[in-house]
Protein backbone atom coordinates (compact mmCIF):
# COMPACT_ATOMS: atom_id res chain seq x y z
CA UNK A 1 0.00 0.00 0.00
CA UNK A 2 1.31 3.56 -0.66
CA UNK A 3 2.37 5.64 2.09
CA UNK A 4 0.01 8.54 3.39
CA UNK A 5 2.05 11.30 1.79
CA UNK A 6 1.59 9.93 -1.90
CA UNK A 7 -2.15 9.19 -1.35
CA UNK A 8 -2.52 12.64 -0.19
CA UNK A 9 -0.73 14.39 -3.16
CA UNK A 10 -2.17 12.51 -5.79
CA UNK A 11 -5.98 12.65 -4.29
CA UNK A 12 -6.73 14.62 -1.30
CA UNK A 13 -7.12 18.72 -0.70
CA UNK A 14 -7.33 20.52 2.43
CA UNK A 15 -10.70 22.15 2.64
CA UNK A 16 -10.45 25.00 5.62
CA UNK A 17 -13.86 26.68 6.70
CA UNK A 18 -13.09 30.01 8.07
CA UNK A 19 -15.46 31.01 10.39
CA UNK A 20 -15.69 32.67 13.13
CA UNK A 21 -17.07 31.56 16.73
CA UNK A 22 -20.64 31.49 17.16
CA UNK A 23 -21.51 31.91 13.29
CA UNK A 24 -22.30 29.13 12.33
CA UNK A 25 -19.36 27.19 11.78
CA UNK A 26 -20.15 23.62 13.30
CA UNK A 27 -23.80 23.58 11.31
CA UNK A 28 -21.33 24.07 8.34
CA UNK A 29 -18.86 21.49 9.57
CA UNK A 30 -21.58 19.10 10.28
CA UNK A 31 -22.88 19.75 6.69
CA UNK A 32 -19.89 19.68 4.65
CA UNK A 33 -19.29 16.36 6.51
CA UNK A 34 -22.47 14.42 5.00
CA UNK A 35 -20.32 14.45 1.74
CA UNK A 36 -18.80 10.70 1.47
CA UNK A 37 -16.07 12.71 0.04
CA UNK A 38 -14.93 14.44 2.91
CA UNK A 39 -13.02 13.16 5.78
CA UNK A 40 -13.09 15.67 9.40
CA UNK A 41 -11.29 15.94 12.08
CA UNK A 42 -12.90 14.33 15.10
CA UNK A 43 -12.81 18.06 16.79
CA UNK A 44 -11.74 21.38 15.93
CA UNK A 45 -7.81 20.80 14.90
CA UNK A 46 -7.14 23.39 17.94
CA UNK A 47 -8.72 21.30 20.24
CA UNK A 48 -7.33 17.78 19.69
CA UNK A 49 -5.47 16.50 23.06
CA UNK A 50 -2.15 16.91 21.30
CA UNK A 51 -2.52 20.51 20.18
CA UNK A 52 -4.85 22.46 22.85
CA UNK A 53 -1.87 23.60 24.45
CA UNK A 54 -0.20 25.23 21.50
CA UNK A 55 -3.13 26.08 19.64
CA UNK A 56 -5.54 27.58 22.83
CA UNK A 57 -2.11 29.50 24.03
CA UNK A 58 -3.35 33.17 22.45
CA UNK A 59 -5.67 31.71 19.45
CA UNK A 60 -6.72 35.26 18.86
CA UNK A 61 -3.24 36.99 18.98
CA UNK A 62 -1.84 37.67 15.73
CA UNK A 63 1.58 37.94 16.80
CA UNK A 64 1.99 34.66 18.81
CA UNK A 65 3.48 32.16 16.28
CA UNK A 66 2.40 28.58 15.86
CA UNK A 67 4.31 25.66 15.04
CA UNK A 68 2.47 24.74 11.74
CA UNK A 69 5.07 21.61 10.98
CA UNK A 70 3.48 20.01 14.16
CA UNK A 71 0.27 21.03 13.37
CA UNK A 72 0.04 19.58 10.20
CA UNK A 73 1.94 16.12 11.24
CA UNK A 74 -0.66 15.77 13.59
CA UNK A 75 -4.13 16.62 11.92
CA UNK A 76 -2.69 14.40 8.87
CA UNK A 77 -2.74 11.29 11.06
CA UNK A 78 -6.90 12.11 12.03
CA UNK A 79 -7.86 12.78 8.66
CA UNK A 80 -8.44 9.52 6.44
CA UNK A 81 -5.95 9.56 3.46
CA UNK A 82 -8.73 7.65 1.08
CA UNK A 83 -11.06 10.36 1.14
CA UNK A 84 -10.11 13.44 -1.43
CA UNK A 85 -11.21 16.12 1.13
CA UNK A 86 -9.46 16.90 4.34
CA UNK A 87 -11.65 19.41 6.71
CA UNK A 88 -10.59 21.51 9.74
CA UNK A 89 -12.54 24.28 11.39
CA UNK A 90 -11.18 26.25 13.86
CA UNK A 91 -12.16 29.60 14.34
CA UNK A 92 -9.42 31.22 15.20
CA UNK A 93 -7.90 30.15 11.30
CA UNK A 94 -9.38 33.04 9.94
CA UNK A 95 -6.43 35.17 11.54
CA UNK A 96 -4.08 32.75 10.12
CA UNK A 97 -4.91 32.34 6.48
CA UNK A 98 -1.21 33.29 5.53
CA UNK A 99 0.58 30.54 7.53
CA UNK A 100 -2.08 28.11 6.34
CA UNK A 101 -1.65 28.32 2.89
CA UNK A 102 2.37 28.43 3.47
CA UNK A 103 1.42 24.34 5.16
CA UNK A 104 -1.12 23.21 3.14
CA UNK A 105 -1.04 22.69 -0.16
CA UNK A 106 -3.33 22.44 -2.21
CA UNK A 107 -6.06 24.29 -0.04
CA UNK A 108 -9.06 25.63 -0.15
CA UNK A 109 -11.48 28.07 1.95
CA UNK A 110 -14.92 27.97 2.56
CA UNK A 111 -15.57 32.19 4.13
CA UNK A 112 -18.58 32.23 6.61
CA UNK A 113 -19.86 35.28 8.52
CA UNK A 114 -23.15 35.99 10.19
CA UNK A 115 -25.38 39.22 11.22
CA UNK A 116 -22.90 40.89 14.19
CA UNK A 117 -26.00 41.25 16.78
CA UNK A 118 -26.47 37.55 16.52
CA UNK A 119 -22.92 36.52 16.63
CA UNK A 120 -21.97 39.38 19.96
CA UNK A 121 -25.06 37.84 21.71
CA UNK A 122 -23.01 34.39 21.44
CA UNK A 123 -19.44 35.94 22.82
CA UNK A 124 -21.79 37.50 25.58
CA UNK A 125 -23.89 34.03 26.36
CA UNK A 126 -20.97 31.63 26.21
CA UNK A 127 -17.84 33.80 27.15
CA UNK A 128 -19.67 36.48 29.93
CA UNK A 129 -18.37 39.30 27.82
CA UNK A 130 -19.33 42.73 28.19
CA UNK A 131 -21.17 43.56 25.30
CA UNK A 132 -18.84 46.47 24.08
CA UNK A 133 -15.81 43.89 23.96
CA UNK A 134 -18.40 41.41 22.22
CA UNK A 135 -19.16 44.10 20.24
CA UNK A 136 -15.65 44.82 18.77
CA UNK A 137 -14.76 41.11 18.59
CA UNK A 138 -17.45 40.90 15.86
CA UNK A 139 -16.07 43.58 14.26
CA UNK A 140 -12.72 42.44 14.38
CA UNK A 141 -14.16 39.09 12.50
CA UNK A 142 -16.01 40.89 9.95
CA UNK A 143 -12.89 43.20 9.12
CA UNK A 144 -10.63 40.40 9.02
CA UNK A 145 -13.09 38.10 6.72
CA UNK A 146 -13.60 40.45 4.47
CA UNK A 147 -9.84 40.53 3.92
CA UNK A 148 -9.91 37.12 3.21
CA UNK A 149 -12.52 37.50 0.97
CA UNK A 150 -10.30 39.77 -1.42
CA UNK A 151 -6.98 38.08 -0.48
CA UNK A 152 -7.68 33.89 -0.60
CA UNK A 153 -7.79 32.77 -4.08
CA UNK A 154 -9.61 29.21 -4.06
CA UNK A 155 -12.26 30.78 -2.28
CA UNK A 156 -16.11 30.52 -1.90
CA UNK A 157 -17.43 33.74 0.19
CA UNK A 158 -20.96 32.75 1.96
CA UNK A 159 -23.22 34.00 5.21
CA UNK A 160 -24.88 32.19 7.82
CA UNK A 161 -28.20 33.82 6.73
CA UNK A 162 -27.68 32.70 3.03
CA UNK A 163 -27.00 28.88 4.69
CA UNK A 164 -30.34 28.93 6.94
CA UNK A 165 -32.47 30.53 4.65
CA UNK A 166 -31.49 28.37 1.57
CA UNK A 167 -29.81 24.83 2.56
CA UNK A 168 -30.22 23.53 -0.93
CA UNK A 169 -28.84 26.58 -2.73
CA UNK A 170 -26.15 26.99 -0.56
CA UNK A 171 -25.03 23.47 -1.01
CA UNK A 172 -25.73 23.67 -4.71
CA UNK A 173 -22.91 26.61 -4.77
CA UNK A 174 -20.82 24.51 -2.50
CA UNK A 175 -20.74 22.00 -5.38
CA UNK A 176 -20.30 24.42 -8.02
CA UNK A 177 -17.09 25.05 -5.66
CA UNK A 178 -15.92 21.81 -5.05
CA UNK A 179 -18.29 19.11 -7.57
CA UNK A 180 -16.18 16.65 -4.75
CA UNK A 181 -19.22 18.07 -2.39
CA UNK A 182 -22.11 17.24 -4.87
CA UNK A 183 -23.40 14.44 -2.06
CA UNK A 184 -23.98 17.34 0.72
CA UNK A 185 -27.39 16.38 2.06
CA UNK A 186 -28.89 19.31 3.24
CA UNK A 187 -32.05 17.76 4.69
CA UNK A 188 -29.84 16.16 7.38
CA UNK A 189 -30.60 17.34 11.13
CA UNK A 190 -27.75 18.04 12.69
CA UNK A 191 -26.43 18.44 17.36
CA UNK A 192 -25.20 21.58 17.14
CA UNK A 193 -25.10 23.55 20.48
CA UNK A 194 -27.11 26.89 20.15
CA UNK A 195 -29.27 29.46 22.06
CA UNK A 196 -31.68 26.26 22.75
CA UNK A 197 -28.87 24.43 24.41
CA UNK A 198 -27.74 21.35 22.49
CA UNK A 199 -30.07 20.05 20.19
CA UNK A 200 -30.51 18.15 16.76
CA UNK A 201 -32.24 19.59 13.97
CA UNK A 202 -32.64 20.47 10.92
CA UNK A 203 -30.94 23.88 9.56
CA UNK A 204 -32.85 26.33 11.59
CA UNK A 205 -32.39 29.91 11.37
CA UNK A 206 -31.49 31.48 14.91
CA UNK A 207 -30.37 34.76 14.19
CA UNK A 208 -34.03 36.77 15.34
CA UNK A 209 -34.74 34.59 18.10
CA UNK A 210 -30.92 35.11 19.45
CA UNK A 211 -31.17 39.41 18.83
CA UNK A 212 -34.64 39.43 20.22
CA UNK A 213 -32.78 38.13 23.15
CA UNK A 214 -31.17 41.10 23.74
CA UNK A 215 -32.35 43.00 26.25
CA UNK A 216 -32.51 46.90 24.70
CA UNK A 217 -29.32 48.77 26.78
CA UNK A 218 -27.38 45.61 25.27
CA UNK A 219 -28.64 46.14 21.84
CA UNK A 220 -28.34 49.58 21.69
CA UNK A 221 -24.69 48.93 23.05
CA UNK A 222 -24.18 46.94 19.96
CA UNK A 223 -25.26 49.52 17.79
CA UNK A 224 -23.17 52.37 18.93
CA UNK A 225 -19.91 50.09 18.28
CA UNK A 226 -20.74 49.16 14.92
CA UNK A 227 -21.79 52.91 13.96
CA UNK A 228 -18.33 53.25 14.47
CA UNK A 229 -17.54 51.34 11.12
CA UNK A 230 -20.93 50.81 9.90
CA UNK A 231 -19.10 50.80 6.15
CA UNK A 232 -18.21 47.32 7.08
CA UNK A 233 -21.07 45.99 7.88
CA UNK A 234 -22.83 47.94 4.82
CA UNK A 235 -20.32 45.76 3.05
CA UNK A 236 -21.93 42.24 4.38
CA UNK A 237 -25.13 43.77 4.03
CA UNK A 238 -25.81 44.18 7.42
CA UNK A 239 -28.41 46.74 8.87
CA UNK A 240 -27.71 48.80 12.04
CA UNK A 241 -30.12 48.47 14.38
CA UNK A 242 -31.15 52.29 14.91
Known amino acids: MADRGAIHHVMSSYLFILCPPYSGSTLL ?3 ISTSAQVSSLPTEGQMLPELQDVMREKPWDKQHTLPWTHIKQVWDKHWNAEKPLWLEK ?3 NII ?12 QFIIMVRNPYA ?3 GLMRRNHWPAKRAANFALMCLRTQLENS ?22 AHL ?4 PALSDINHKA ?9 TLTRPITDLNMKKIESLPPH ?12 AALLNDWNYDLMV
Open 218 to 229: TRDTFTQAFKED
Open 175 to 178: AQFI
Open 189 to 197: SFEVHSIDG
Open 119 to 121: QAE
Open 96 to 107: RTNEIQQHFTPA
Open 90 to 92: SPP
Open 150 to 171: KLLKNALVLTYESLVSDPAGTC
Open 29 to 31: WKL
